[in-house]
């Protein structure tokens, strides 16, 4: 059907190395997806069920989607991504349909990972205006039913956790809850260095000294800070005609044009 354009497999090129800071997440999520892998009698003996279900909550552009990126990638999964807010614009009908059609291909591509940006576009409070009751039941019918189908991780993210109806997390569900934060001064730091080696930035550049100055930024809006100014160098290059490196200017104008949305400093 037609709706389901939106829904492919990707196979996303995103490294752990790709991500500044964020260790301790990367390294769970790691493990969530690798033990059960790994160690299948252990957990066994244990009496402990693999994970299914993680949801990762968060302000904007702080790499929530980067993170499940890097993670098919590094752990060799196939990788479905959904919008909220697309399978809700569908018809009557059409949503559900195609939330299991995705479930369906997840399986079929197994192992896998289902992730759901936006999630709280379909699973607001029941009760609440917002969203489809039917749309969230059969997400819930469907995520239960992976029980007897191993292999299938699902992975939600939001950036409003608290409209999200409870029973979206409850234990075998989306129960494995993270909080993906803003970059500290060390994350910055390696967002920072990231970009600058795809670059040529300035000796003069001081990245400790940038990373303090990003204080409040998302890894987003600190990305964009460098591209800035990249472009800053780019303009001069095209007054000068000559080859221009990035400078500690041309980052000086850039925190001048990129506002800090996720803190309020
Ligand atoms: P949203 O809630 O808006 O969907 P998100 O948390 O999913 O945001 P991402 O899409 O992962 O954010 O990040 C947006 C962009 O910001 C990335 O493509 C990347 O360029 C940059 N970015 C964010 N955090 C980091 C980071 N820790 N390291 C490197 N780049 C980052």
Known sequence: ?????????????????????????KRRLQQAVERPLKYPQRMRRLNVNS???????????????L????LATEAGLNFLAVKGAEILSMYVGESERSLREIFRKARAARPSIIFFDEIDAIAARR??????????????????????????????????????????????RLDNILYIGPPDVEARKEILRIWANKSVVNPEVDLDDLAILTEGYSGAEIV???????DAALDEEEETQQEQDVKWKHFEYALGQVRRQITDA
């Open 1 to 25: 059907p037609t709706a389901m354009r939106e829904v492919f497999l990707e196979t996303p090129k995103v490294r752990w190395s790709d991500i500044g800071g964020q260790h301790d997440i």
């Open 51 to 65: 994970k299914k279900g993680v949801l990762l909550y968060g302000p904007p552009g702080c790499s929530k989607t």
């Open 67 to 70: 993170t499940v990126k890097a």
């Open 127 to 172: 009760g609440s205006s917002q969203g489809g009751v039917n749309v969230l039941t059969t997400l819930l019918n469907e995520m239960d039913g992976i029980e007897e189908l191993r292999n299938v991780l699902v992975i939600a993210a939001t950036n409003k956790p608290d409209v999200l109806d409870p029973a979206l997390m409850r234990p075998g």
């Open 224 to 230: 964009s800070i460098c591209e800035t100014a990249g």
